[in-house]
Every structure is written in structure tokens, then in C-alpha cells.
């Protein structure tokens, strides 16, 4: 009876484990990798073994590939926030003038685009 115990806690703590090392990987975007690495060191091991040099140049390759991955959401990151500080900046100065020229705001709305326009007649104030 105690062996079964332990041996269901044992199995019950790995696949927790493995649980959280596979929602860090995917959050990360390491998942191929992870799986790949999981591959070579149990089931395809002896072939890892015989091709050394090709099992670390895949992995390796997959770990690029996430980096790669990596750098195009960092610059996909930046220009998205450049553009909505440009677009804010935009709005607001669009805000002074019509505040400027007497325009009520109750009037006027901001479309998709962020252009402001008159809600009676949805043409942009001048």
C-alpha cells in the first residue's frame, strides 16, 4: 500500500512539473524546442547519440527560430506603441484647436482613425 502511494505522488509531481515547464514554453514560445529536447533525450536517444553533431544543430535551429520570433514581436511591440503615442498626441492637439475655434465636445466624436467629427453630420472639423 505505501509504495503505491508513493509511487502515485511520485507520478503525480513529474506531470505536475512537466505541466508548468510546458506553459512556461509555450508563454516563452520554446515549446519545439522543448518537445525536441524531451525527444532526444528519451525516445530518439540512441540516434542523438550516433549523430551528435545534427541533434544539437537542430536544436539549436529551433532555439533561433524562437529568438527570431522573439525580435519580430519586440519591433512588431515598439512600432504599435509609437503609433498609438503619435495617435494620442494627435488627438489631443486636435482637442486644443477645436476647444480653440469654440467647439463644443459634446459635439464631436473621434472615428476608427482617430480623426474628430462632427456627430450630426460625420464630417471631420476643420
Not at 17 to 32: E, H, N, P
Not at 56 to 63: R, W
Not at 105 to 122: H, I, L, P, Q
Amino acid at each position: 500500500m505505501p509504495y503505491t502511494v508513493f509511487i502515485s505522488l511520485g507520478i503525480s509531481a513529474i506531470l505536475l512539473f512537466l505541466s508548468l515547464i510546458f506553459r512556461l514554453a509555450g508563454k516563452l514560445r520554446l515549446t519545439l524546442p522543448l518537445l525536441y529536447f524531451l525527444l532526444t533525450a528519451t525516445v530518439l536517444n540512441p540516434w542523438a547519440a550516433a549523430h551528435e553533431t545534427l541533434a544539437f544543430a537542430i536544436l539549436y535551429g529551433l532555439l533561433a527560430l524562437s529568438v527570431i520570433s522573439w525580435l519580430f514581436s519586440l519591433r512588431n511591440t515598439i512600432r504599435d506603441r509609437r503609433y498609438y503615442k503619435a495617435l494620442g498626441e494627435d488627438m489631443s492637439w486636435q482637442v486644443r484647436r477645436a476647444r480653440n475655434n469654440g467647439i463644443a465636445m459634446d459635439t464631436v466624436y473621434f472615428d476608427s482613425t482617430g480623426n474628430m467629427r462632427y456627430k450630426d453630420t460625420n464630417e471631420v472639423v476643420n
